[in-house]
């Protein structure tokens, strides 16, 4: 204990698990897939799962925002597990591991990052001729959480989705004057538009032309993967992500609420459905003055910290342990932002807590497995895949040999079945886990997810597959994210199906 609390100032890879922590035997490596992963299927703890849930979404972990002591307090959480299940010790010596590249020493990863909270309380007026509403912070609106401080008040200007691309024949801002205006865009982007337009990018975009702040919401016309995703119009917790050069006083409203603005302000009072439906047909912009006004006021208070990834592996037991499976779950959420703990158990404390699970069983195998897993703890998902583009940028195994990575996000509530993201594998791989940890009826395949820490991985040319309860996840970046909304049984079941995938990509042929 002595030596890990050292280790806390910076995070540390451990190396090999080859000896069986319930027995203290050295490993046997003539035991197979085939005889093992039943019963380690069976080992599955949603007891234990759904208290580290609770344990990490707790006061005492502050919403596990990245760069924050909270957020450090977490890592050592979870190297503390790493530690007492052993899979930093080395106990065998084998011409595999004497010649295996991956590094048998402490390994530290980290870097600097700013941690920006709102403070208590931020306020968002509304104002036109006849009516004047000043919004609840919660259902109504949240600032943009990495958004400068705010004192501002002039009028709001509609851009559509807020793009500007002449290539492609489309700019929101054409004929408008924004100077010293607040502008309200949508987010996502029309139909039309090929490529991808981000928040930052429109963030960026606005600041060029001259605007003083931004007001975006989900438009009322969903698209397919927003249906599916169970989205709503209630404002969610946000990092824009942009350059701190770029940044500009930001607030995502309810759908109501830009309704209301955007209605009242048109010629024809045409509703907000109508213009998104319109956009969305032609590519065309409709952008407009409205009638509105807004105050926006509140306090950003940003401080230096510090990023932890924590990693551990459990070495191969053959000729290709040089070869690695990663699995992986961000560990950070939101903090305390505007007054209220974003305790994050579904995002993602429930990924974090199925890893470890994972890991416990797979350390406790009578065998190592024929390649080696690495266990991936990320900071910095919520603020633009941080941690994830960290790693990839500096590996613990060559990237090249990087057989897969398992990312496990979302994986505590939903309607019980399994969403499973695949790119640079056949369907067929997640199919045969399906089978194998007894879930086949249960999975839904799919190709890539545009967001999660399987992003910098596929960009990089790993092979993915991403892991999430099925459904609809209600309390998605909201204060309600508690562990009392968990399910032990969907819990349980990712656990599973990421165990018996581990075990069938480490043992492939």
């Known amino acids: 204990m002595k030596l890990l609390l050292v280790f806390l100032a ?115 007026q509304i104002a036109s001729a006849n009516n004047q509403s000043t919004l609840r912070v919660g259902p109504e609106f949240l600032p943009i959480l990495d958004s400068p401080s705010a004192d501002i008040h002039s009028s709001i200007v509609f851009v559509g989705y807020g793009l500007s691309d002449p290539a492609q024949g489309i700019d929101d801002y054409a004929g408008l004057d924004i100077r010293n205006k607040i502008v309200l865009f949508l987010r996502g982007k029309p139909e039309p538009y090929k490529g991808a337009f981000t928040h930052a990018d429109k963030v960026r975009i606005a600041k060029e032309k001259g605007a003083a702040a931004y007001l975006t919401a989900t438009g009322p016309v969903l698209s397919p993967y927003e249906v599916r995703r169970g989205t709503t119009g209630t404002p969610t917790a946000l990092y824009a992500g942009t350059d701190p050069s770029q940044q500009l006083p930001g607030a995502w409203i309810s759908t109501d609420i830009a309704e209301a603005i955007v209605q009242n302000g048109t010629p024809d009072n045409k509703p907000l459905r109508d213009l998104q439906e319109a956009i969305t047909r032609t590519g065309s912009s409709r952008s407009f003055v409205t009638s509105a006004t807004a105050r926006l ?51 993602n404390a429930s990924g974090t807590a199925v890893m470890l699970e994972v890991a416990r069983v797979l350390a406790s195998a009578p065998a190592a497995p024929k390649r080696s897993i690495l266990f ?13 583009r960290l790693y990839v940028s500096q590996p613990i195994a060559p990237l090249a040999k990087t057989v897969g990575m398992i990312n496990i996000d979302h994986a505590g509530v939903g309607n019980g079945r399994l969403t499973v993201g695949v790119t640079g594998l056949e369907k067929s791989v997640a199919a045969e886990a399906g089978q194998a940890s007894g879930l086949s009826d249960k999975l839904d395949l799919y190709g890539f997810f545009p967001g999660g820490d399987h992003v910098p991985f596929k960009e990089a040319g790993v092979p993915t597959i991403t892991v999430v309860s099925g459904g609809v996840h209600p309390h998605f970046h909201q204060p309600t994210d508690t562990a009392d909304t968990i399910d032990p049984e969907i819990v349980k079941s990712v ?15």
Do not use: C
């Open 10 to 124: 910076s995070i540390f890879v451990a190396t090999s698990a080859i000896e069986s922590v319930a027995s203290g035997t050295t490993l046997d490596s003539t035991i197979t897939d085939s005889n093992w992963i039943e019963r380690g299927l069976e080992q599955i703890s949603a007891e234990r799962m759904v208290a580290d849930i609770a344990e990490l979404s707790s006061s005492r972990f502050g919403g596990r925002q990245t760069g924050t002591d909270q957020d450090r307090e977490s890592a050592a959480f979870v190297a503390d597990r790493f530690s007492a299940l052993r899979l930093h010790r080395s106990t065998v010596s084998t011409p595999e591991n004497r010649t295996n590249p991956l590094p048998q020493r402490e390994w530290k990863q980290t870097m600097p990052v700013t941690a920006a909270t709102i403070q208590d309380e931020p306020f968002l």
């Open 495 to 509: 656990a599973r199906y990421v165990l018996a995938l581990a075990w069938q990509l480490a043992n492939a042929p």
């Open 376 to 388: 991936l703890s990320f900071s910095g998902e919520e603020q633009g895949l941080l941690g994830s």
């Open 297 to 347: 006021v509140w306090t950003t208070l940003s401080s230096p910290g510090t990023l932890y990834n924590v990693a551990s592996l459990i070495r191969g037991y053959s000729p290709r342990s040089d070869e690695t499976i990663i699995i992986g779950a961000h560990r950070d959420h939101f903090g305390k932002q505007a007054g209220r703990l974003f305790a994050g158990a579904d995002d």
